[in-house]
């Protein structure tokens, strides 16, 4: 989905409110800024980069408009990012007045990235090239991540989509892992012993994958990670602020704030998964949580029971019989279970929306969308805003996604904060 062009310039500079403000000042759309100043050409080379990134192909007088940078220098940013081979030219456009345009668009070859989501069920790795579009993908399927197994497919996975290249490998620039925190969280709901469990929570992943490459690798929790590709390449463009909801084997989040990714004091922002159900009491156990009611484990565990193969909770079989009829047992479960997440989480945060995604086949998204939104009309909305649902829109490769984007932006977004959106 494309941003409808700006057509006003870009002011040099702009006010925050005082501190004793009363008022609060709606944030500005999102714009990037530049400068015409001769020391900050790689600044606004990058911001010249994201312009058309968040709008499409471009000409240059649109350039200008955009970023408040005048024609000349345009003019001469552009020029460098074509012998770059960062742009590339559109055919000319004829308007009613004035000269036919050409519009300027990012050169597909110009940089690429690989993106590593590992997880508890499998690890996907995926080539994206400058306009975030996958060129290539591998996986690897499992019961549980076996270090001796995987560690070593990681480098070779990474090593191939890097051969597939060819003369094009130089424009790689980096990798980016997503994983969960705790890769042996919660082992006795898994199975797994405390050993097995151990290895994964002690080790360090970035670590290890930078030990395979010469390329710079960097670190995302894998629902954070999701959320950063929703951020920037699907629904959440449009969206200030919102909770997001992944439903993988287990069931995780993010949070965007003031349209940032929010990450929070230990980078845990978004656990959803941890969030209890019902209220403690005293010699009852403690309270399930979302995790128990909401992830596709529980689906995994109906099929179980029943003499059905498990992985078909992670595609299009989990919507037809004979696996139907638990499916539709587990959304009604999990639609509630989100339900109470969700109306939770709007009275923290007063959201504009929700949005839902996972590692399951889009019919199945839509029917616990729907679940979920019956479900949210059963609880007590009164001193709340309801909230809005979305599906998201990325889907089982969010994860890996939202991980090549990080190399793409350290290399060539103009702001430090990572998908920065509005300018204050």
């Not at 345009?101 to 050169?107: E, G, I, K, Y």
């Amino acid at each position: 989905m494309k941003h409808k062009l700006a057509t006003q310039p870009i002011p040099a500079t702009a006010t925050a409110p005082l501190p004793d403000s009363t008022t609060p000042r709606p944030p500005p759309l999102l714009r990037p800024r530049g400068s015409n100043h001769v020391g900050m050409r790689q600044f606004n080379e990058r911001v010249v980069l994201q312009a058309i990134r968040q709008n499409g192909s471009l000409p240059k007088a649109d350039l200008a408009r955009l970023t408040g940078l005048t024609a000349q220098t345009i003019g001469l940013i552009t020029n460098r990012l074509e012998e770059d081979g960062l742009l590339i030219r559109h055919a000319r456009v004829r308007g009613r007045i004035g000269q036919p345009s050409v519009p300027l668009a990012l050169n597909p070859d110009g940089a690429f990235s690989v993106g590593i989501k590992i997880g508890r069920r499998n690890t996907d790795w995926l080539l994206v090239d400058f306009t975030g579009r996958v060129r290539q993908r591998k996986s690897l399927a499992y019961a549980f991540p076996d270090s001796a197994v995987l560690l070593p497919a990681l480098g070779q996975n990474l090593n191939a989509l890097r051969d597939e290249l060819g003369p094009l490998s130089s424009r790689l620039v980096g990798v980016g892992v997503a994983a969960p925190f705790l890769m042996g969280g919660w082992h006795r709901m898994l199975g797994l012993s405390e050993a097995q469990a151990n290895i994964w929570n002690q080790m360090d992943l970035t670590a290890e994958v930078q030990r395979m490459t010469d390329l710079p690798v960097s670190f995302a929790k894998d629902t954070s990670a999701a959320c950063v590709a929703e951020l920037v390449a699907g629904c959440g463009r449009d969206l200030k602020s919102f909770l997001y909801l992944f439903v993988d084997t287990f069931v995780g989040g993010g949070l965007v704030i003031n349209s940032h990714l929010y990450s929070g004091l230990n980078g845990n922002a978004g656990a959803v998964a941890s969030v209890p159900l019902h209220l403690a009491r005293q010699g009852e156990g403690k309270p399930v949580q979302l995790l128990d009611r909401a992830s596709l484990w529980e689906l995994e565990q109906r099929f179980t029971a029943k003499g059905l193969d498990p992985a078909a909770a992670y595609d299009e079989r989990a919507m037809q019989a004979p696996f139907e009829p638990e499916t539709t047992a587990w959304i009604g479960c999990a639609a509630n279970a989100l339900a109470h997440c969700i109306v939770s989480g709007n009275a923290f945060l007063d959201l504009d929306a929700i949005v839902l995604d996972g590692s399951f086949c889009r019919p199945l998204l839509q029917r616990l969308l729907e679940s979920t939104r019956s479900a949210l009309a059963d609880y007590n909305w009164e001193g709340l805003w309801p909230a809005t649902l979305l599906a998201g829109s990325i889907g089982p490769d969010a994860r890996a996604l939202g991980g090549a984007l990080l190399p793409l932006h350290a290399n060539f977004a103009p702001d430090r904060d990572l998908f920065l959106k509005a300018v204050y």
